[in-house]
């Protein structure tokens, strides 16, 4: 018996008008998941226990079995462990995004926020701008000043590690939640290392805005990625062993440093994919060779797909059902059809790790469609996969940590 886990990243949401009121999940076609859901287990479940933020690292924590609620420290902690980069006692880690900022000669605080990825600035394009930033002397100082060291990634995901950093009651707010409004409000606070964090964030617009590498991007039609932004704070983080868990063995297939952290912590092997990006363009076909090879030699693989929240994010609603498409035809059906081809039995969870909102581009943390699929059997529900149907007569699941269990069939 084989066990795979899906995640389609944010692809869960509430109805839209634009689809006649249809959520996302109900308007793409999407035989594949939705012949699982009329064959399996399906239901709703609640991945962000609740007064945590609602995020990937909280839901992605609970879908793999570890409570966010006695294990969570921040979500850049997790991605730090993706790069082997050890934190030591006193060190707190952020995320540092490349984003776009309003063009314009207004003053910082009235501009208004476009991008969380600088329009999804990816390789070597972001490490040369991040690069160029960092080079700067005047940044360079006040960097090394605050102790803080910034690790470059190919992607707008960058990270940053600061030591002897005091966080208590620091504020710092995730830009994707906040697309369209003014930054001043948005600026960090709630402690003395927050204006530390801030006098960074304002020096590096002033050496990037006009960069001749931005200025680069916007005569090719690209948004520059005119400034960072520090989020996701926290301290070094410890999650229960998977395998020792479950008894199962196997590795997570994904673009984003998040899942691979996660990975990394609970002990089971992170897979990278040459031309997997997170976004829209990745490559799927690779990801669906990376889980069958993983399951191989093991018997559980889960493959994390970025590009429905991405392109959420982005205002790209086209782009979200090209996304949940493509989860079902190119990633979900191939494996399904490799395995059984193979004589392989296997059970099969997929679900959305939280909502991501087409009204507001930002996240939701409450209940999102889950579907467990068994090859050997039919339940004969006649549903499909979607919000609607898997709330109607399905079993709800008060906390994502009893999604693995349930998986495996304990």
């Not at 009329?38 to 570890?66: H, K, Q, W």
């Not at 948005?186 to 931005?214: F, Q, V």
Request: aromatic share 6%.
């Amino acid at each position: 018996m084989k066990y795979i886990l899906i995640i389609g990243d944010g692809m869960a949401d509430f109805p839209v008008p634009e689809l006649g009121n249809k959520t996302p999940l109900e308007y793409a076609s999407i035989p594949t998941m939705d012949m699982m859901a009329s064959r399996g287990e399906y239901g709703c479940v609640y991945n962000v226990p609740a007064g945590l933020p609602a995020g990937s690292d909280t839901a992605i924590m609970s879908i793999f079995g570890c409570d966010p609620r006695d294990c969570y420290r921040g979500r850049a902690p997790l991605e730090v462990a993706a790069t082997g980069v050890k934190l030591r006692a006193g060190d707190a880690a952020y995320r540092c995004n490349m984003v776009c900022f309003e063009d314009g000669d207004m003053p910082f605080d009235e501009k208004h926020i476009l991008s969380h990825s600088a329009g999804s600035i990816e390789g070597e394009e972001s490490i040369e701008i991040i690069t160029a930033l960092l080079s700067d002397p005047e940044f360079k100082a006040a960097a090394d000043k605050a102790g803080i060291t910034i690790h470059k990634s190919p992607s707008f995901r960058h990270f940053a590690v600061q030591s002897n950093a005091d966080i208590d009651g620091i504020s710092l707010i995730p830009p994707h939640d906040h697309l369209g409004e003014k930054i001043g409000a948005l600026m960090p606070s709630g402690c003395k290392n927050a204006k530390t964090l801030e006098a960074l964030m304002r020096l590096a617009h002033e050496k990037l805005d006009h960069h001749p590498l931005n200025e680069r991007r916007r005569a090719q039609g690209k948004m520059p990625a005119n400034g960072i932004w520090f989020w996701a704070e926290g301290t070094a983080a410890e999650l229960p062993n998977f395998v020792e868990q479950y008894g199962r063995r196997g590795g997570v297939v994904s673009a984003v440093p998040l899942c691979h952290g996660i990975a990394a912590l609970i002990g089971l092997d992170m897979i990278s994919v040459e031309g997997a990006t997170g976004e829209l363009d990745t490559n799927y076909e690779g990801k669906v060779d990376a889980a069958l090879k993983v399951l191989e030699k093991d018997d559980f693989v889960a493959v994390h797909l970025e590009a429905p929240d991405e392109c959420t994010h982005n205002g790209d609603l086209k782009g979200k059902l090209k996304a949940i498409e493509n989860l079902d035809s190119r990633i979900i059906a191939p494996i399904a059809e490799r395995l059984s081809a193979a004589g392989e039995d296997f059970r099969m969870l997929i679900l959305s790790d939280h909502k991501t909102l087409t009204s507001t581009r930002g996240h939701d943390g409450s209940d999102v469609p889950y579907v467990i699929y068994d090859s050997r059997y039919d339940n004969k529900n006649g549903i499909g996969y979607s919000e609607k149907d898997c709330a109607f007569g399905g079993v709800p699941v008060a906390a994502g940590i009893s999604l693995m269990g349930m998986l495996f069939g304990k």
